[in-house]
């Protein structure tokens, strides 16, 4: 498998859904949305994007499975799967706030081994391949040096459902604001990993994540230096739903601070 070749196709992929996602962003109609669940969006706009998507992986890689949000296709591959978010930040999409993304990941024996984020406004293609390093826009990217967490920017995510660990999640953040140069929340798990992957964040957290959100994301990051695990310090991510990703330099201190409260 040439990871490389297979990764700049899949980038050819993810810009052409992303054009269609920028097109039908200039129309759209916030009437036309779908309820999953609490908060959970959904619009026709992440439907069709998944539908082209998943078309045109599959012909470059026709034997592969799908694990995707909008379900359009989920069969999981006997050797390789694809890992899907056609519209990670749909909340972002519908209000108009312009950052969301296309999130793909390959997995191939249930390691990953392609990771592509694409932040469609600011035209930012985020890939990463098994062996190759990462990538903004073609050029390499590696994660922040800074080890001194009271200099650290992070990012974090709300819970939009599922609120029982609130209470000690806000105790969370109010700890952690208070170590560092502050906390940001932007709505797309995809590009905050990116994000770490290229050093703007020096690291981030988030629960009650699914696999589709992280996994390309992740990847990414591993490719760029940097560390992922779960709030227990473990490598199980998508069973247990909790990400921190960091540039490797505060991980301890960070999970330290976590496990507090989680």
């Known amino acids: 498998m040439n990871y490389e070749l297979l990764c700049s196709k899949v980038i050819a992929v993810t ?37 082209q998507i998943v078309k045109n992986l599959t012909k470059i890689l026709p034997e592969a499975g799908f694990i995707t949000e ?21 909340t972002n999409f ?18 990953p081994v392609i990771g592509v984020v694409y932040e469609i406004n600011r035209g930012e293609m985020f890939s990463a391949y098994k062996g190759g ?4 826009n073609n050029k390499p990217i590696r994660v922040s040096q800074n080890n001194n967490l009271s200099k650290c920017l992070l990012a ?16 969370l953040f109010t700890e952690m ?21 290229c050093g703007r964040f020096d690291a981030y957290f988030e629960y009650n994540l699914n696999s589709y959100d992280v996994a ?9 230096g940097g560390t992922i695990l ?15 990703a960091t540039n490797s330099q505060v991980t301890e201190e960070i999970l330290q601070t976590i496990k507090k409260y989680f």
């Open 15 to 51: 810009r052409l859904t992303g054009n269609f996602i920028r097109k039908e962003a200039m129309s759209f109609d916030a009437n036309a949305i779908e309820y999953k669940g609490l908060n959970d969006l959904v619009s026709y706009v992440d439907k069709n994007a998944e539908k």
């Open 70 to 90: 909008e379900e359009t296709e989920n069969i999981k591959g006997q050797t390789y799967t694809w890992i899907i978010d056609p519209l990670d930040g749909t």
């Open 94 to 111: 519908i209000h108009g706030i312009p950052t969301y993304s296309i999130s793909i990941a390959l997995y191939e024996n249930d390691q």
């Open 133 to 136: 390093g990462a990538y903004l």
């Open 156 to 171: 974090t995510g709300f819970p939009y459902y599922q609120f029982d660990k609130q209470p000690q999640y806000i105790q």
């Open 177 to 197: 604001m208070q170590q560092c140069h502050g906390l940001r929340r932007i709505g797309s798990a995809a590009v905050d990993l990116a994000y770490v992957a």
């Open 216 to 224: 390309a994301g992740a990847f990414i990051v591993q490719q760029a």
């Open 230 to 244: 779960n709030f227990s310090g473990g490598q199980e991510i998508f069973e247990t739903r909790e990400v921190l």
